[in-house]
């Protein structure tokens, strides 16, 4: 079975601070990672996609894929309050079963004034 | 850009009734997939569905099924629900294959 594996924190960083999120899964054919963000009573927002080993970029955050450890990780460098909310991993396929995607319980950020 | 509509927003139910749900994707956005959400199981995938056929299905049982029309639109359908079906059902649209999902707002479904 294909599992997400994510620390549910609380992470609590202060303002201003880099967030690291990590997030490890278990099948070595996941082809597509994801960062959702998602807060309470809302619906998960996509922050970051990344397909391929390495870094990228967008904005604050920055998105860290290491398929050869089965790793995934997001900084949020700047952190604001506005990004106090629960971040979720999830893990893909290839092109047939990219939509069906294996979600970690996610991981609390809580951004202190 | 319009993003992914889910109605009804809200729905208490009986256990034992039946009850649809419907979500119109993004426009363009071919491949529609349902997910439910509970605090006690997160987020897991349901079905999928493009071009009107069902491409993927996770492990739940069949009282839970869906539809894709011609004009992309989804409608899931859920049958003698059970307490245990209480969650919000997310709906998300893509593109076409490894696309991202982009989530609607939910149907949050409570079964008495």
């Known amino acids: 079975q294909k599992e997400v594996e994510q620390n549910s924190g609380p992470l609590s960083v202060p303002e201003g601070a880099i967030a690291s999120l990590n997030c490890t899964y278990s099948?070595?054919?996941?082809?597509?990672f994801f960062w959702y963000r998602q807060y309470s009573g809302k619906s998960p927002e996509l922050i970051m996609f990344?397909?391929?080993?390495g870094d990228k970029e967008d904005g604050r955050f920055t998105a860290q894929l290491n398929k050869a450890s089965q790793y995934v990780s997001l900084l949020i460098r700047d952190s604001q309050p506005s990004d106090s909310a629960t971040y979720l991993c999830?893990?893909?396929?290839?092109?047939?079963?990219?939509?069906?995607?294996?979600f970690g319980t996610g991981t609390r950020l809580q951004v202190t004034l | 850009k319009a993003g992914v509509t889910q109605t009804p927003r809200y729905l208490i139910k009986t256990r034992g009734q039946q009850v649809t749900l419907s979500c119109s994707p993004i426009?363009?956005?071919?491949?529609v997939s349902w997910y439910q959400q509970t605090p006690g199981q997160g987020l897991q995938f349901l079905f999928e569905?493009?071009?009107?056929?069902?491409?993927n299905k996770g492990n739940f049982p069949g009282r839970f099924s869906g539809r894709q029309f011609s004009n992309s639109r989804s409608e899931m359908n859920v049958s003698t629900l059970e307490l245990g079906d209480s969650a919000l059902y997310l709906c998300?649209?893509?593109?076409?294959?490894?696309?991202?999902?982009?989530f609607g707002n939910g149907t949050r479904l409570t079964v008495t």
């Open positions: 998300a649209s893509s593109l076409e294959g490894a696309s991202p999902l982009h």
């Open positions: 099948d070595r054919g996941s082809q597509s």
């Open positions: 990344i397909y391929s080993n």
């Open positions: 999830a893990v893909g396929g290839d092109t047939g079963t990219a939509s069906k995607l294996t």
């Open positions: 426009s363009g956005h071919r491949s």
């Open positions: 569905y493009f071009s009107e056929t069902q491409r």
